[in-house]
């Protein structure tokens, strides 16, 4: 059971490159999320998906864009890369366990735009 | 919009002594998590709250939340060097999105 899997682990763009972060689930998470975290500080909401084939912004969708064709599939898009969006990229994916619902993280995805 | 407060920042605490970690949110919630970020890791789930009054533990962390406050606490007893990570707090709002505090960095000093 890998739960939430993101790749690539490391990346380096150059600015106006684009590029894909892929996620992938196996744990039938209907809710998926795409945060960001700066160093030091907390995570950021980019862009959240109920379900395939919805999508919603977050706290901060721009430069971003994202797409939900299957359950397991929760792609994060960079269309034109800027220093800005140097950031580490966490995918999450929700569940219910015995707790409650539980947001489960990847490992996420270091991006460096220079 | 959600806001997630925690503080303190940074926190450096000697083994064996106490702490408390505090969370306020702006909006009503019932539905707290607490998380682990050991550096250049992903997170770790620690504790999931769901009521007003709730506490629940795990080794030397306890959680609680009051929903009334808008608050949820981290207890930390006899602190081990172990301990030392960033805990961050998150809300989940009716949307089903979370909001995460900017995180407390512990260090625990032997």
């Known amino acids: 059971n890998a739960g939430v899997t993101q790749t690539p682990k490391f990346r380096i763009l150059k600015i106006g490159q684009s590029m894909t972060l892929q996620c992938t689930q196996d744990m039938n998470h209907n809710y998926m999320y795409w945060y960001r975290q700066d160093p030091g500080m907390g995570l950021k909401l980019i862009y959240y998906?109920?379900?395939?084939?919805?999508?919603d912004k977050g706290e901060v969708p721009n430069g971003y864009n994202v797409s939900r064709s299957t359950t397991e599939d929760f792609p994060l898009r960079l269309e034109l890369a800027a220093p800005s969006q140097t950031s580490v990229y966490f995918c999450?994916?929700?569940?219910?366990?015995?707790?409650?619902?539980?947001?489960?993280f990847g490992q996420g995805t270091r991006l460096t735009v220079v | 919009e959600l806001k997630v407060e925690q503080n303190p920042l940074f926190l450096s605490m000697q083994e064996g002594k106490n702490y408390t970690i505090y969370c306020n949110y702006s909006t009503t919630s019932d539905r707290l998590y607490w998380y682990r970020q050991d550096p250049g890791k992903s997170l770790e789930s620690l504790f999931v709250?769901?009521?007003?009054?709730a506490v629940k533990q795990e080794g030397r962390l306890m959680a609680s939340l009051d929903t009334k406050a808008r608050l949820s606490t981290l207890h930390i007893t006899a602190a081990v060097h172990d301990l030392s990570a960033t805990y961050f707090c998150a809300v989940r709002n009716t949307g089903n999105q979370f909001y995460f505090g900017t995180g407390t960095s512990l260090t625990v000093i032997p």
């Open positions: 999450a994916g929700v569940t219910r366990t015995g707790g409650g619902t539980e947001a489960f």
């Open positions: 998906s109920v379900g395939a084939g919805i999508t």
């Open positions: 709250l769901l009521s007003n009054g």
